[in-house]
């Protein structure tokens, strides 16, 4: 199956303008740009909707029926115990779950050999789960990296709470070390990646940089999220 | 990328055999024979290691860093409360975490079309991260299915107990009702693709299997599970 090379490209600039609308409005996690752009500037690479790695509080009857789920907490940086107090306070409509997820990232290529290669590099920087999710000449190669950081811990019932506050500052603490080893795995792919990427560069995505000042494109994840973090992580 | 068929054919019959050697030893999910069968009948697929679902206590810092974590505690069928008993009784080496995974399906295929295929096809029966995790000429399209049935519970550090024997109780009822999703995503895997496969029969596996009387055959996933797990399914 061939890629339909123009289309791809239209879809290309479609997802890089939605990326910097993103991040216009701050929806876009920020110390995933270094990677993303990285990743862009090879013509033969588009990134689509990717999660730097965050700790979630859901509401619902399990976190992975999605119809029936409302996040009600969120944050891409470690958690105090103040911020989830509502958990104590306020009744769930089903039930109350804490998620802490590594780094996700969704990409395009335009060829297979690429998007193995990604695969195989990906997996030496601790992003084991990942895989080619669909393949279409529009599309592309449509591959997702995913790390295997992810706990999903039940936190209350409508019935019970299966935690108390004092131990909720344990499981924090389990929490926020595990999304901290996430963004260290989204580092250790950029780096990785960096060596190699990009293979040959993308002029329109080039050109619209020089037209962009984005401060960020000159550090690295790690360093992008520690200015997120500032005290927390220290 | 071509795969080589002699060399793809002989793993296709060590990984058969060795399916049957863990059936002998009670190492294979029983209620995964009727879809690995289905699967292999296939003259363009076989499987390699895969999980019908479970539950189980892990000692170890974070449930991701294998190196790291032992199991402790093992089922494929509903679990009770006495048999998480030892949670109180004794304390981990590092932490126990209570695990509950949805089915994992690996197989390989000499085509890329069929794998794409069978990836959509998973979709649909609720297989949301699966993907294409290796392409060579030697294994195949290797590809994975994968439920997004998943919650990793911390239950017990070395200092603290996160849940009291009363709690528990609570947390098994959903992390049960979980597994039994899970079991009922792998019987819609089995019937959609049964609708499909075999697209060409595999003359080596049907002369072997004629070989083996296995009961099981005639089952869906379904009827085996519940037969595995008798009044707890209930």
Redesign the interface.
């Known amino acids: 199956?061939r890629v339909h090379y123009e289309k791809w490209s239209l879809r290309k600039r479609h997802f890089w303008s939605r990326m910097w609308e993103d991040y216009e409005i701050g929806y876009l996690d920020r110390d995933l740009v270094p990677l993303l752009v990285l990743l862009n500037r090879d013509r033969d690479i588009y990134t689509t909707s990717s999660c730097s790695g965050r700790i979630v509080v859901v509401d619902g009857p399990?976190?992975?029926i999605r119809e029936e789920t409302s996040v009600v907490f969120k944050s891409h940086v470690p958690v105090t115990r103040l911020e989830v107090d509502f958990v104590f306070k306020k009744t769930p409509h089903r039930?109350y779950?804490l998620i802490v997820t590594g780094p996700i990232i969704h990409f395009s290529t335009a060829s297979?050999r690429k998007a193995?290669d990604i695969?195989r590099k990906a997996r030496t920087a601790g992003f084991k789960?990942?895989?080619?999710?669909?393949?279409s000449p529009a599309r592309g190669i449509f591959?997702?990296l995913?790390?295997?950081?992810?706990?999903?811990?039940?936190l209350r019932?409508q019935?019970?709470?299966?935690?108390s506050e004092l131990?909720v500052e344990?499981?924090l603490a389990?929490f926020n070390?595990?999304l901290i080893?996430g963004k260290k795995r989204l580092q250790k792919l950029y780096e990785i990646l960096r060596a190699r990427l990009p293979e040959s560069l993308d002029p329109y995505i080039e050109s619209d940089l020089k037209n962009r000042s984005i401060r960020l494109l000159e550090h690295t994840p790690l360093e992008v999220f520690y200015e997120m973090c500032g005290d927390l992580c220290k």
Chains 1, 2 share one sequence.
């Open positions: 199956m399990v976190p992975w039930s779950w297979l193995l695969l789960h990942s895989g080619i999710i669909h393949i591959t997702e995913v790390t295997g950081v992810y706990a999903a811990q039940l019932t019935s019970t709470s299966l935690i131990e344990e499981l389990t070390n595990a080893e």
